[in-house]
């Protein structure tokens, strides 16, 4: 198994601000993904996070408003840049430890509240 | 990308089997079904997976169609604790879609 540590747990931002999430994996992985919650939602993917390379992005999300790094394999960022209160949401971090298809282990999740 | 659809909620009583359906017609040969649940916005939990057989784990059962149209996660024996929302999900090459979820309440 995989445990995942994601911070902060909970942030209060205003419009316009930007936050960045961590989440760092105790044991190196081989994807990591991050997902999005809206309240009382399911959850959507966001991107794909690849080491060393960029992003892959899902439609609807883009680089410049959630820019994310992956430098090694056991740590990722998720930037929410420009909030507005529609971005208030829980993020997720997820990830896939070996081959395709393999389970997912989440993070705790990221409570975003943006006024 | 595979799709999933659950009946958005169901209730079941304490100690009973919990029988939770899942329609994913779409399915290709090589995709996985898996199932999570979500306990007051925590992250998602592992609970159970399979590709053509039928699956049992400490947590859960999985029953999967013959034709793999469809699947059923029955939890043998329902606690308070199992009250949740629990998602179905298809397991592509490296992406899960989630569908929308049921809402599962345990009655005392």
């Known amino acids: 198994s995989a445990v995942i540590s994601q911070k902060p747990s909970r942030d209060i931002c205003q419009r316009g601000t930007s936050l960045t999430i961590q989440c760092q994996v105790d044991?190196?992985?081989?994807?990591m993904f991050w997902y999005r919650q809206q309240p009382g939602q399911s959850l959507t993917l966001i991107a794909t996070a690849n080491q060393g390379s960029e992003a892959t992005y899902e439609s609807g999300f883009v680089i410049d408003k959630f820019p994310i790094s992956r430098p090694n394999l056991t740590f990722s960022t998720l930037t929410v840049s420009n909030m507005s209160p529609e971005d208030s949401s829980i993020y997720l971090c997820?990830?896939?430890?070996?081959?395709?298809?393999?389970?997912?282990?989440f993070g705790s999740g990221t409570q975003l509240s943006v006024l | 990308d595979a799709k999933t659809t659950q009946p958005p909620s169901m209730d079941c009583a304490e100690g009973r089997a919990a029988n939770l359906p899942c329609n994913h017609s779409?399915?290709?040969?090589?995709?996985?079904v898996y199932w999570y649940r979500q306990i007051h916005s925590q992250g998602p939990q592992y609970i159970i997976h399979g590709l053509k057989n039928n699956e049992t784990n400490e947590m859960a059962s999985l029953i999967i169609t013959e034709d793999r149209k469809s699947s059923t996660l029955i939890l043998p024996h329902a606690t308070l604790r199992d009250t949740a929302v629990y998602y179905c999900?298809?397991?592509?090459?490296?992406?899960?879609?989630f569908g929308t979820g049921t809402r599962l309440k345990v009655l005392a």
């Open positions: 997820s990830v896939q430890q070996g081959a395709v298809n393999e389970k997912l282990f």
């Open positions: 044991s190196q992985v081989t994807m």
């Open positions: 779409t399915i290709s040969g090589n995709e996985y």
């Open positions: 999900t298809i397991a592509g090459t490296y992406k899960y879609i």
